[in-house]
């Protein structure tokens, strides 16, 4: 709930939702106001019953992919010449403020007055372009186990807090930085960051989640070279 209102907080993402609405409510793009509501209304005891009713039932999914129809353009085209650009809207961007920490880190935040979610994305430099030669895919396997024990919690206590606290912690490596990128509820983020903190500062890497991790990279690069 939280997330699609954030998605709705901006005039981009009403459009893209108004205009999925209309195309599958019958053009009723009141829909999107109506579905909001009932998830707003909805109750534990009307999730577990729609749980009941239909994750037990087998399902047919079939998808259909309409064909193009290409056709030609007008013949009044003027095609000796490149289209110029058309003019630039001007665009607002929040003003940014930094701060360095005690610990020498430099913060940057830039207020959006919009949807209920903060968004905090720690980046580390380095990344994979620092991986030694005999090691490639350290900084990137570093990063998809911090979630897999920290301090005096285990893999399952951490996803359970996350969720508890409907907050996701997203790694993404790129050759040059590790960016790990954490979004809560406003309310929930303090209490978020206290346990991206003990995430970030006592990893425990256990054994097993080492070694599962390991298999999963290996095997979807090479799914990717396939």
Known sequence: MRRLAQRTADSNGQADLLAHTWGLGDGNAG????????????????????????LNRPAHILDLEPTVQFRTTSADVDRSRIPGPTAFKPAAFPETHVTTLPNGLKMRHAQWQGGPLVVASLIVRGGAGADPNDKQGLARLTASLLTAGAGSMREEELTDALA?????????????????????PKEQMKEA?????????????PEAAVEREKKKQLYGDRKSVV
Do not use: E, I, K, Y
């Not at 106001?33 to 009932?38: E, K, P, R, T």
């Not at 508890?164 to 990128?181: E, F, G, K, N, Y």
């Open 164 to 184: 508890r606290l409907d907050a996701t912690l997203q790694p993404t490596t790129d050759s040059d930085a590790v960016t790990l990128t954490l979004v809560a």
């Open 31 to 54: 829909l999107l106001d109506a579905n909001m509501q009932q998830m707003g209304a909805a109750t534990p005891a009307d999730v577990s019953a729609a749980t009941r009713r239909w």
């Open 193 to 205: 960051l206290g346990l991206f903190a003990t995430m970030l500062g006592t990893p425990t890497f």
